[in-house]
């Protein structure tokens, strides 16, 4: 019998292999090598997100102001607020969990960088500038975690009382909102990009580039398609259709659009 580790390694290099078969826009297969990497490490970061949010279900009880006689009149601060220990500690817990899987990925971004534009940089984990970057947006992605799991126990506690549901019921139904594999599917492949990129970034300011030139998917969202061609200063903010300025892909959940990076002529 297969133990749980060989499992989830099993499942991990499955998911790899769909995630290669999706739609990424050319760029990220400029270099066949990273995107084997790229496509692994994401897959690597779907399994650890699902491992946090299948732990972050049966620690939920603790989330919950369970013991208050109000619960029932859906006071905001039924689930504990966002400067609570617990919230802390979840914070740690999914950075522990994720950190490691993004660090690779910036690698990954900035190795493809010196394949496609043939400049070695050495780019490893042990690079100072990208264990900053990964750090920073796993901290950023954390918070945003946290939020959204706030957010979804409060709305999921209303729909159960709405519905006359009782605490066993509405325990599940939280549990289910939370700890959904989705959930963890879109923290991959947005987290997933936003990394990558972000270590082409690293690459482009250590090599001199001067700009780099957004490039879309086949058949783009109304998000990201005003984009596609546009070149902008390393640095600078590309914008999105519905206003918002981005530094690079991803422009929104579960985008794959790409960046060509350019030299001074
Ligand atoms: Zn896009």
Redesign the pocket.
């Known amino acids: 019998m297969p133990n749980r580790r060989q499992l989830l390694d099993a499942h991990t290099h499955l998911n790899a292999a769909i995630l290669e078969s999706e739609p990424w826009?050319a760029s990220y297969k400029a270099s066949p090598s990273t995107f084997k990497r790229l496509v692994h490490e994401e897959a690597a970061l779907q399994a650890s997100a699902n491992e946090y949010l299948l732990g972050l279900a049966e620690r939920i009880p603790k989330l919950i102001n369970w013991n208050d006689p109000k619960l029932m009149q859906l006071r905001a601060d039924t689930t504990l607020p966002m400067s609570d220990e617990v919230w802390k500690a979840e914070a740690a817990l999914l950075m522990a969990s994720v950190l490691a899987n993004i660090t690779e990925l910036q690698v990954i971004g900035a190795n493809a960088g010196e394949i496609i534009y043939s400049i070695p940089m050495g780019f490893s984990t042990l690079n100072e500038a990208i264990l900053v970057a990964a750090e920073t947006q796993t901290a950023q992605m954390v918070s945003q975690v946290n939020e959204s799991t706030r957010r979804y126990i409060q709305q999921s506690i209303k729909t159960s009382i709405e519905l006359g549901e009782d605490g066993a019921a509405m325990k599940a139904r939280i549990m289910k909102r939370i700890s959904n594999p989705v959930r963890a599917e879109m923290i991959a492949q947005t987290e997933a990009v936003t990394a990558y990129q972000s270590g082409i970034e690293l690459f482009a300011v250590e090599t001199g580039a001067e700009s780099s030139t957004?490039d879309?998917?086949l058949g783009?969202?109304t998000?990201?398609k005003p984009?596609d061609g546009v070149t902008k200063p390393i640095g600078e903010y590309f914008i999105l259709g519905n206003g918002d300025e981005r530094r690079m892909?991803?422009?929104?959940v579960r985008?794959?659009?790409g960046r060509i990076i350019n030299y001074p002529k």
């Open positions: 826009e957004w879309c998917l783009a969202c998000l990201c984009l892909p991803p422009g929104h985008c794959r659009c």
